[in-house]
């Protein structure tokens, strides 16, 4: 009889060389980053890739980042590197920014879905960059949770969504973005927005000027992760609001809201992500709040949309794609 493994086995006994090692012989690791918990293989092992796809039931159109400790990496698994994305590099990383490049042969195919760019990003968490050393490899590491479903901000939220389908599960605490990187696109001298995330427009901008935007929702073969039109969905239906007045508040229903305001008193459980309306506190708060909302056996989530600037553009697109329901065929 196989006995399925404790929350404890998986994350308390697992260190940076343990995690390291399991890398390097092919194995699954959750492993912390300051966005979400990533799913890490070997991004040069197609095996250990195929692993991820399995473990996750992602689509295998659905493109992979891979996580480098050190810019100097970067050639390893990218064939050219522009003089802009360097220049971006310099500024963003480490950190939530992910670059996709013309790829290296040494990638496989598989972790690009075939494409001949990939999307490259050094996390700013010193634990997954510790494991990269040890293990001499990039790490393929997209979210650490099953397909289209919530992201995760702590080592817990791996454990109860993906189980046993990882070896190991290495704790490096609450994320401290807690929502994806931001994604360009670099062609040339070319700057494309694949991905709203942890770095703001604005910052970009500020640093090389406008940029072309391609955020645009698909169902199929995405030029870079998270663009599918459903993802990053709670179990309980969720809805997007403008205002709590158009709300029906038939049913148990929670709230996830920037700020306290309003009645509030007809939702079954509240969670209010940044009490001052400081977007890069409620990014952090944000899957949190909605892993405990999802728990919370409600008939609906509802959801009132962020201001459509810095961070809450991401939380924003977030939101739409974990509301998105396929139209009645």
């Known amino acids: ?6 929350m404890n086995d998986l994350i308390s006994l697992t260190t940076v060389d343990r995690a390291a090692s399991i890398l390097k012989t092919g194995g699954l690791v959750g492993l912390p980053t300051e966005t979400v918990y990533g799913l890490g293989a070997n991004a040069l092992d197609p095996v250990a890739v195929a ?8 689509p295998f ?8 400790p050190d810019i100097d990496w970067v050639p390893r698994v990218a064939r050219e590197f522009p003089a802009i994305a360097q220049r971006l590099a310099q500024r963003f990383w480490p950190g ?13 195919d598989l972790v690009t879905s075939g494409l001949p760019s990939v999307g490259v990003r050094i996390p700013d968490h010193d634990m997954i960059r510790q494991v990269m050393r040890l293990a001499g490899v990039p790490v393929a590491a997209p979210s650490a949770n099953p397909f289209g479903k919530l992201s995760p901000t702590t080592a817990e939220h791996v454990f109860r969504q993906l189980g046993d389908r990882v070896d190991a599960i290495l704790d490096g605490g609450p994320c401290r973005i807690g929502i994806e990187s931001t994604v360009l696109q670099i062609m040339g001298d070319r700057v494309t927005l694949l991905r709203y995330g942890g770095v703001a427009l604005e910052e ?28 990053y969905a709670p179990r309980t239906p969720l ?14 229903i929670g709230l996830l809201t920037l700020q306290a305001e309003g009645d509030l008193s007809k939702f079954e459980q509240v969670e209010v992500l940044s009490p001052s309306g400081d977007l890069v506190i409620a990014a952090a708060n944000f899957f949190q709040a909605l892993h405990r909302l999802d728990r919370a056996n409600l008939g609906r989530i509802v959801a009132r949309r962020f201001p459509e600037t810095g961070l809450g553009r991401a939380l924003n697109d977030r939101l739409k794609r974990a509301a998105y329901q396929e139209p009645p065929h």
């Open 1 to 6: 009889m196989t006995v399925a493994p404790k």
């Open 61 to 68: 159109f659905d493109p992979l980042i891979v996580h480098v």
């Open 96 to 108: 939530p920014l992910t670059l996709v490049l013309p790829k290296s042969d040494a990638i496989p």
């Open 51 to 58: 692993r991820i796809f399995a473990a996750k039931e992602r």
């Open 204 to 231: 970009i901008e500020d640093l090389i000027g406008g940029i072309q935007r391609s955020v645009d929702d698909t169902t199929s073969a995405p030029a870079g992760p998270g663009m599918l039109t459903s993802h």
């Open 239 to 252: 809805v997007v609001v403008e205002e709590l007045t158009s709300v029906d508040y038939s049913g148990s």
